[in-house]
């Protein structure tokens, strides 16, 4: 299944003077959106970075090498780029040096991670992220009652293109494939991480603490590693697009906590196979931590696509008070809880209420929930 809203993006940006870059996590579909719009094309050199071939085509390159590799040909695509080192540098060349070719190029990490550059592409680049299918792509193709009687299958499988292809059976060996060290195998072969078990450890901790406070002293106890480890091993799950952080929103009021963060999957189904658990929703105990994580991630995706450029957080005091999901936007605070029981009653907290007295509350819940995650 093809996202409309980025190929529509990526049709705006051709032939504008800089390479478009597709950002996500293996496995998401960034492949089969450039082949969908430029097999055929006897105008694309395509390369694939995961081959050796590629990589070693690229150790000694110059100007002059890349105006005989590319030719006649107008696209240059190379897909899974971060494998080819101190790509970003290679690239400005062709951008700065050959301005009638258009530079396409995806990876599973940003650049910088993997090849250790920050500045070669800035400002020659239009770049994307592209996520698990969403929630609105999945009303866009068959209608919002066909996905919303899909809503717990979502929460428990998850939008990864392959696994919303399969039939029931095959959904758990599909994720339980991604889920093992092929979805991270850039995190372990950037850093030359030897005992891959550890990080293994480290995202099944993170899944069971999902919707919680985490500490990387504690997650560094369970997984046998020091925090200042854990903290590197997050920033890299984050940057390969598997997790993100919230931070808690402060703006120092005196009872609010400054400094915590909690960790999020961009996926219920990788979550959950990581914990091997498939249990249907009405057997779990854990759902209330499924649905704030599906919200929050197709949260993200909605603001992305949609070009919403809201900053995020959570919200907690030291006496425990807290709500779950709080974005700024033109200078208006929303305050979001989610709740899987509709008839569950929420208010917003008395001391956020004094701290914040124009912010708007929300209860998110299934009866309510296509606004909050609507492109419209």
Same mark, same amino acid.
């Given at each position: 299944?093809?996202?409309?809203?980025?190929?529509?993006?990526?049709?705006?940006?051709?032939?504008?003077?800089?390479?478009?870059i597709i950002l996500g996590a293996r496995q998401?579909?960034? &492949?089969?959106?450039?082949?969908?719009?430029?097999?055929?094309?006897?105008?694309?050199?395509?390369?694939?970075?995961?081959?050796?071939? /590629?990589?070693?085509?690229?150790?000694?390159?110059?100007?002059?090498?890349?105006? /005989?590799?590319?030719?006649?040909?107008?696209?240059?695509?190379?897909?899974?780029?971060?494998?080819?080192?101190?790509?970003?540098?290679?690239?400005?060349?062709?951008?700065?040096?050959?301005?009638?070719? =258009?530079?396409?190029? /995806?990876?599973?990490?940003?650049?910088?991670?993997?090849?250790?550059?920050?500045?070669?592409?800035?400002?020659?680049?239009?770049?994307?992220k592209l996520y698990p299918i969403s929630f609105?792509?999945?009303?866009?193709?068959?209608?919002?009652?066909?996905?919303?009687?899909?809503?717990?299958?979502?929460?428990?499988?998850?939008?990864?293109?392959?696994?919303?292809?399969?039939?029931?059976?095959?959904?758990?060996?599909?994720?339980?494939?991604?889920? +093992?060290?092929?979805?991270?195998?850039d995190v372990l072969k950037w850093e030359n991480?030897?005992?891959?078990?550890?990080?293994?450890?480290?995202? =099944?901790?993170?899944?069971?603490?999902?919707?919680?406070?985490?500490?990387? &002293?504690?997650?560094?106890?369970?997984?046998?590693?020091?925090?200042? +480890?854990?903290?590197?091993?997050?920033?890299?799950?984050?940057? *390969?697009?598997?997790?993100?952080?919230?931070?808690?929103?402060?703006?120092?009021?005196?009872?609010?906590?400054?400094?915590?963060?909690?960790?999020?999957?961009?996926?219920?189904?990788?979550?959950? *196979?990581?914990?091997?658990?498939?249990?249907?929703?009405?057997?779990?105990?854990?759902?209330?931590?499924?649905?704030?994580?599906?919200?929050?991630?197709?949260? =993200?995706?909605?603001?992305?696509?949609?070009?919403?450029?809201?900053?995020?957080?959570?919200?907690? &005091?030291? +006496?425990?008070?807290?709500?779950?999901?709080?974005?700024?936007?033109?200078?208006?605070?929303? *305050?979001?809880?989610?709740?899987?029981?509709?008839?569950?009653? +929420?208010?917003?907290?008395?001391?956020?209420?004094?701290?914040?007295?124009?912010?708007?509350?929300? /209860?998110? &819940?299934?009866?309510?929930?296509?606004?909050?995650?609507?492109?419209?």
């Amino acid at each position: 299944m093809i996202n409309r809203i980025l190929s529509k993006e990526i049709d705006k940006r051709l032939f504008s003077g800089k390479a478009i870059i597709i950002l996500g996590a293996r496995q998401v579909g960034k &492949t089969s959106l450039l082949h969908s719009k430029f097999d055929g094309n006897p105008n694309v050199l395509w390369l694939e970075g995961d081959n050796i071939e /590629t990589q070693l085509l690229f150790e000694n390159f110059t100007l002059s090498f890349a105006k /005989t590799l590319i030719g006649d040909k107008k696209i240059l695509i190379i897909d899974e780029a971060q494998n080819i080192l101190n790509i970003g540098i290679k690239l400005k060349i062709i951008i700065d040096q050959m301005k009638d070719i =258009q530079v396409v190029a /995806t990876g599973s990490s940003s650049f910088d991670l993997a090849n250790k550059i920050n500045e070669p592409l800035t400002g020659r680049k239009w770049e994307y992220k592209l996520y698990p299918i969403s929630f609105a792509e999945m009303v866009a193709h068959h209608g919002f009652f066909e996905e919303y009687k899909m809503l717990e299958q979502r929460l428990v499988y998850g939008y990864y293109p392959e696994v919303v292809m399969q039939k029931n059976e095959n959904m758990v060996e599909v994720l339980q494939g991604l889920a +093992t060290s092929y979805l991270y195998k850039d995190v372990l072969k950037w850093e030359n991480i030897q005992k891959s078990d550890r990080m293994i450890k480290l995202l =099944q901790a993170l899944a069971f603490q999902i919707g919680g406070q985490v500490s990387y &002293t504690e997650l560094g106890k369970i997984c046998g590693l020091d925090s200042k +480890t854990i903290e590197k091993y997050i920033l890299l799950l984050e940057q *390969a697009f598997i997790i993100f952080r919230l931070n808690s929103f402060s703006r120092n009021q005196r009872n609010e906590l400054k400094f915590s963060k909690k960790i999020y999957f961009y996926d219920n189904g990788i979550r959950n *196979a990581l914990i091997a658990n498939f249990n249907p929703v009405n057997l779990r105990d854990d759902l209330g931590a499924l649905w704030e994580n599906f919200m929050i991630s197709e949260r =993200q995706k909605k603001n992305h696509y949609s070009h919403s450029y809201a900053n995020s957080w959570f919200w907690r &005091t030291q +006496t425990q008070k807290e709500i779950d999901y709080l974005e700024e936007k033109d200078g208006v605070i929303n *305050a979001f809880e989610f709740k899987w029981n509709k008839n569950k009653k +929420t208010r917003m907290p008395l001391d956020f209420m004094k701290s914040y007295p124009n912010a708007i509350y929300s /209860t998110i &819940t299934p009866e309510n929930f296509y606004e909050f995650l609507s492109m419209e």
